[in-house]
């Protein structure tokens, strides 16, 4: 109470421009701790984190420099630890940041990289579930308590279990305590708060001499002037005595805040927690971490392992390593990048960066290239240098004892050799080739159904995995899950797996023990019309593929279903062409059977040799997310009692070294004169557009520079009734312009076009005699809604 108290009087001191960094956890983060907080079961990932990194960034409008220091401002809060002995009341909540990496976190905020709290209106932009995700993965700290699960996760030797005897008061350390505020990537797991910090610190970087963060009353608040005092004059008296940098002046003793949100900051905190204890013995003191991921395809908990025979320790752990080393790369290009494209994202370079292209501005920044990057960024006396200055500012916050600065430079330095030799394991054990041949995937709508071969886990699994393969939320491509036995929805198609897993947490659900195809598909019938109604009324002319995904390695379908799921198939042709089945099974023979249509053109088979997940996931890399799904072009619906039913333009863009691929199913093509599709620039760079049919090779192809359009037109498309192959479109860029600014931009180099077409066989979907009784209702206020839109215009 006397703490709050005290706390409460510093806030009301302080002025605005200097408010204090409180240990409390802040009422806009309440709620993820109250009762536990809310299930965060989406995956520690990085398209997780880009995908909330981004809504935050569209509906904020701040730029780069002022959205990540409010984004740390408001999310992030290092060393939120559960006090050991305190019950939860209405009035006390067990939670604050009273662990080590607080004091960091506090300096580095108040000093370093001063910012106002309340620009960013995070409660608009993000759901609970979603705040309370960022905030964890931003917010560097160890659950340092016995869970429970520990004879599960890291069993004891017997050797082992005699020498455990430390504990604190009323709970028990835990063997391999839980790391926080961590993301995995294909290139190692890092903590993004130290890489937002560091891209903060880039676009603001400040020299902060040590007099003035002597004098800086925000400093001295809770130390003693004694303490102000021996520090000052240990800097500014003795120091032509042994000074190791021979200078004098005063501007010269300052600390950069790039250094500090990074390596040096966290090397500092090794210096101030262990040094007293191991004195300066670049041997016993430790850096870096033993991690391990519960589940790396659904990675949620990390846990660490703390080396035999220490005390538990995490003061600079490998994520923080392997994020400290990419800031300190991307904070050396970034304000150029930033000078040539002021609307550049946070989101942005981090999506290049962790990618097999590389940043935009320069494709040799990227995280398969860390190794020599760092090499010619890091520089070893220089990291000795702000390690020291820093770590003797963070003493005089975090311990009682005056350290002095003599003492504190030979810490600093055995620091940073156990640092530097550590560098070459973490950067080698981490490390993953660039690949050359660039990773296009897909954009569709996915929609998974599943038999009884796996667990309900085994499908969370499942999903994690190709949420991220398809890189869903970057592409706008949507996941679902069917139910595989009553086809009903257990997720709904959504567009990032933070939604996915809230749903799945917060129902509860009876996981299919076998599959029903004729269930599906008729969800699959309802399902395109209800979407086919909404495009009808968004007026589209091209849009997503969507693949309906039976995994089915065991089940195999009753000759009674068999013969139902072909009676809803053919209805379900009738209308919709672009919906693509692919099948996975053991034997695939009994879904072959299930279309009879000569020529499909939207089916995939696939077979596996067991139902284990990993083979499954392997033979749906290689053959659905490695394979051309092409997106559709279709016609309008045709006139109903005399409205037209009008299409517009569909806006797209491709990225270099990437395609994006369109199919006119040849249901649009059937008994029509001449076709034109056209398409126009929207002036980022120039494309080159390709036109085929069916499987022929011979391809027409145009340049299309900026602005410029070019049309193709098809006369004739389907001369023998017999037999009229599909016609497929491919767009490439030539070159970029790296401009893409709007907000619909995934990444600055992507070049845009727009696709519009006429000529094409119109869909008789309303007012069809086709369409069945509970839908009769939406197609007449359908239909009048359209044609009042049409009316108006
Ligand atoms: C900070 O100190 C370094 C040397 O320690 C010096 O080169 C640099 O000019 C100083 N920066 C400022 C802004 O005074
Ligand atoms: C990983 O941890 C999460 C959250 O604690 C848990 O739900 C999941 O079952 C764990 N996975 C494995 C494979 O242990
Ligand atoms: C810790 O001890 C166990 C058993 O004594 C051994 O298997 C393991 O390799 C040791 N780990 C380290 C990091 O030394
Ligand atoms: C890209 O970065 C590399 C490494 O720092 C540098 O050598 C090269 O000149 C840069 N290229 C451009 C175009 O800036
Ligand atoms: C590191 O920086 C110092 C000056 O701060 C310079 O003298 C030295 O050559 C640099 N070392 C490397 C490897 O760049
Ligand atoms: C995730 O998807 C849901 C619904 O699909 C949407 O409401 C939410 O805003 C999305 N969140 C993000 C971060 O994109
Ligand atoms: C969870 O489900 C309940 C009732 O079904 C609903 O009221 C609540 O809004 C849901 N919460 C989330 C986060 O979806
Ligand atoms: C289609 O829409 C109807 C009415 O709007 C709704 O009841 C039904 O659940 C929807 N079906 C699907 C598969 O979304
Ligand atoms: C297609 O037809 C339009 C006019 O109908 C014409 O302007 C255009 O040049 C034609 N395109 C090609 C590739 O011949
Ligand atoms: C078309 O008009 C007829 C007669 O006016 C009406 O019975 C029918 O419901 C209308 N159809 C649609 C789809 O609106």
Known sequence: MKELLFFVLICALASPSEEAILSSVPPLLLDCYRRGGPDLAAPHRLDVFLSLLRRLELSSRLDMRLFSTTLLRSLRLDGIEESPNTIESDYVLPFRASAFQFHKYKLLMEVFLPSQPDILNVDESLTLIEKC??????????????????????????????????????????????????????????????????????????????????????????????????????????????????????????ISNLWVATLAGDLAEVVVNQGPLVGASEHRMLVGSSNRWNDTLLPRDYYLFPPNGTLPNWHFTDAEILAGIDGLILANYLPTWVGQRRSLGLSQVLDMYYSNEGVSFNTTVRACNRHALYASIVNGSQLIRETSRFAHMLSLQQITVYIPRKEMERMSEAAATAFMNYVPTILRNNHQECRITFSDVPSIDLIVATDGSWTGYEIEQFMSWIGNALEVEAHSSTIALLHGNNGRWIVSPTSNLTSFYSTISNSTIEWPNRLNLPNVISRIIQHSRNSTLEEIAAMASAGHSTVVLIISPTDRPSSEELEQSRVLMQSLRRSFFDIYFAYVALDTTDFQNVNNEYLDYSELFITVNSNALADVIDAIYTNLVKTDIPSRIFGSQCEVNGTEFMQVQYEDHVLPGRKQTYRIHPFYLKQQPIIHVQFRNDGQGQILVCMWRGADVSRICQTIVERETYIVNITDPCPSPGFCPPAHFIATTITTSNLCAHDQCRLPHQVGYYIQHSGLRCLPLLGSAASVSPFWKAHIALSLMVSLMYLTY
């Open 133 to 254: 995700l960022l905030h964890k993965m931003l917010s560097s700290t160890v659950q340092p308590w016995e869970r429970g699960d520990e004879n599960e996760v890291c069993p004891l030797s017997a050797q082992r279990r005699q020498t455990m005897t430390r504990q604190s008061a009323n709970r028990i350390n835990s063997r391999c305590p839980i790391e926080d505020g961590v993301i995995k990537t294909e290139w190692g797991t890092i903590s993004p708060g130290t890489l937002v910090a560091a891209l903060a610190s880039a676009l603001e970087p400040q020299q902060v001499t040590i007099s003035d963060i002597l004098k800086a009353d925000i400093f001295k608040e809770e130390i003693s002037q004694a303490m102000v005092d021996s520090a000052m004059e240990d800097w500014y008296t003795e120091h032509e005595e042994f000074d190791i940098d021979d200078q004098s002046s005063d501007t010269n003793n300052n």
